[in-house]
Antibody
Framework: QVQLKESGPGLVQPSQTLSLTCTVSGFSLTSNSVSWVRQPPGKGLEWMGA???????DYNSALKSRLSISRDTSKSQVFLKMNSLQTEDTAIYFCATRVFAYWGQGTLVTVSS | DIQMTQSPPSLSASLGDKVTITCQASQNINKYIAWYQQKPGKAPRQLIR???TLVSGTPSRFSGSGSGRDYSFSISNVESEDIASYYC?????????FGGGTKLELK
C-alpha cells in the first residue's frame, strides 16, 4: 500500500536551514510526483512545491528563492531543503502524492532560538 | 496564481443537517478541484476529486458540483464523524492552491 513518512528535526534555529526527508513505499518515484505542503498551527494548507516523475521541480513562487526539492529514487526518498528560516515557518510539514490522495503523517517543525 | 476563495470560514450544524461549502476560483479551473477533510492532529483526507468524483471510501452523503470558477461541496445528513475542517484545492494550474478552509462544528 502507498505510504509516506516525513522525518527531520523538530526544532530549527532562526536563519538556519531546514532539511526534511519523505520516505515512500508502495509506489515508484519515477512514476509519481511528490509534493510538500505545510500548515502553520491553527491555519490553512500551503502547497510548497513538487518533484515530478521525471525529476523536474516546481515551487510556490513565494518560497522559490529559499526552497529546494530533490530525490534519491534508489532509496525512495524525497528531500526538502529550505534556508533562512524564520518563526513564521513554524508549521507541520507534509509530503503527499497523487494530487494529495495520499499523505504522510506530517512532522512539526518549530523555528525558535 | 489562482486564488481560491472558500466560504464560510466556519459553519455550525446539527446532526442530520445538510451543509454546503463553496469555493470560487479567480479564474476558470476546468473542474480540477478536490475536497479534503482534516481532523485535528491528522493529515488531510481526500474525499472528492475532479469536482464530483467520490474517492473510494467516501460516504455517499458527501457530494461536489460546479464548473468554471464556482464550485460547491455538500454533506447531507451531517454525522458526528463529519466534524472537521474542510479544504478545497485547485489543481488546474501551478502553483496548486488551497482554499482557506471551513471549520464545521456541532450546533
Amino acid at each position: 500500500q502507498v505510504q509516506l513518512k516525513e522525518s527531520g528535526p523538530g526544532l530549527v534555529q532562526p536563519s538556519q536551514t531546514l532539511s526534511l526527508t519523505c520516505t515512500v513505499s508502495g509506489f515508484s518515484l519515477t512514476s509519481n510526483s511528490v509534493s510538500w505542503v505545510r500548515q502553520p498551527p491553527g491555519k490553512g494548507l500551503e502547497w510548497m512545491g513538487a518533484i515530478w516523475s521525471g525529476g523536474s521541480t516546481d515551487y510556490n513562487s513565494a518560497l522559490k528563492s529559499r526552497l529546494s526539492i530533490s530525490r534519491d529514487t534508489s532509496k525512495s526518498q524525497v528531500f526538502l531543503k529550505m534556508n533562512s528560516l524564520q518563526t513564521e515557518d513554524t508549521a507541520i510539514y507534509f509530503c503527499a502524492t497523487r494530487v494529495f490522495a495520499y499523505w504522510g503523517q506530517g512532522t512539526l517543525v518549530t523555528v525558535s532560538s | 496564481d489562482i486564488q481560491m476563495t472558500q466560504s464560510p470560514p466556519s459553519l455550525s450544524a446539527s446532526l442530520g443537517d445538510k451543509v454546503t461549502i463553496t469555493c470560487q476560483a479567480s479564474q476558470n479551473i476546468n473542474k480540477y478541484i478536490a475536497w479534503y477533510q482534516q481532523k485535528p492532529g491528522k493529515a488531510p483526507r481526500q474525499l472528492i476529486r475532479y469536482t464530483s468524483t467520490l474517492v473510494s471510501g467516501t460516504p455517499s452523503r458527501f457530494s461536489g458540483s460546479g464548473s468554471g470558477r464556482d464550485y460547491s461541496f455538500s454533506i447531507s445528513n451531517v454525522e458526528s464523524e463529519d466534524i472537521a475542517s474542510y479544504y478545497c484545492l485547485q489543481y488546474d494550474n501551478l502553483p496548486w492552491t488551497f482554499g482557506g478552509g471551513t471549520k464545521l462544528e456541532l450546533k
